[in-house]
Structures are given as structure tokens and as C-alpha cells.
């Protein structure tokens, strides 16, 4: 079992910044592709920054880019993502996903953390 733990939303002010943490465990981590979404009350969840399972590969959504950068700490097993610039409408539940799929073999495996729930606001 791959669990998932994410933890630093709170209130932030518009123009602030804020980093979310994942926690993994139970699995190799280095072996997973590492992913955030987010999802804003009656909207449609969305990704916002991916990462490749060896970590050279880093996507964002359009939305984000320049504001926000996703990392690993291997050591750690925890993944970040630090938000710069903060708008109200970046206001989400923040959600970690590992996935990890293989060629001849298909999806091994989707995990989804509890979520973080992320408010701007002044």
C-alpha cells in the first residue's frame, strides 16, 4: 500500500506564497510518477505540475506556470510544491498522486492523498 499524506494549506494572502508537502511511503518512490492536482468547489479537478519517476521531466498547467515549481526530495520521500504569487482564483483542495505505469504491464498503480484544502483571500 502507497500512502499518501499531504499537509501546508491554510489562508494565504493574494500575492503570498505557500508550499504543500507529500509524504510518501510504501513504495519506492523514485519509481513513481508524482503529481498534484487541484479541485475548486463545482469545477472540474485539474492537474497542476507533474513529475517524472526520475525526476527530469517537469509539467505544469498554463495556468501556474512561472508561479508555481514542483520537486522531490528522494532522501525524504516527499514532494513539493511551492505556489509564488497566489491568486484567489488558485483557491483549491490540493491533491498528491502516484502513479506508476510500465510498458507490457499497464497502470501498477494510482494513489491519491486526502487532499489540502488551499484558500486566498484577503
Known amino acids: 500500500q502507497l500512502q499518501l499524506v499531504e499537509s501546508g494549506g491554510g489562508l494565504v494572502q493574494p500575492g503570498g506564497s505557500r508550499t504543500l508537502s507529500c509524504a510518501a511511503s510504501?513504495?519506492?518512490?523514485?519509481?513513481?510518477?508524482m503529481n498534484w492536482y487541484r479541485q475548486a468547489p463545482g469545477k472540474e479537478r485539474e492537474l497542476v505540475a507533474s513529475?517524472?519517476?526520475?525526476?527530469?521531466?517537469?509539467n505544469y498547467a498554463d495556468s501556474v506556470k512561472g508561479r508555481f515549481t514542483a520537486s522531490r526530495d528522494v532522501a525524504k520521500s516527499t514532494v513539493y510544491l511551492q505556489m509564488t504569487s497566489l491568486k484567489p482564483e488558485d483557491t483549491a483542495v490540493y491533491y498528491c498522486?502516484?502513479?506508476?505505469?510500465?510498458?507490457?504491464?499497464?497502470?501498477?498503480?494510482?494513489?491519491w492523498g486526502q487532499g489540502t484544502q488551499v484558500t486566498v483571500s484577503s
Open positions: 498522486n502516484a502513479r506508476r505505469r510500465r510498458l507490457g504491464v499497464g497502470l501498477e498503480y494510482d494513489y
Open positions: 510504501g513504495f519506492t518512490f523514485s519509481s513513481s510518477s
Open positions: 513529475t517524472s519517476s526520475s525526476g527530469s521531466r517537469t
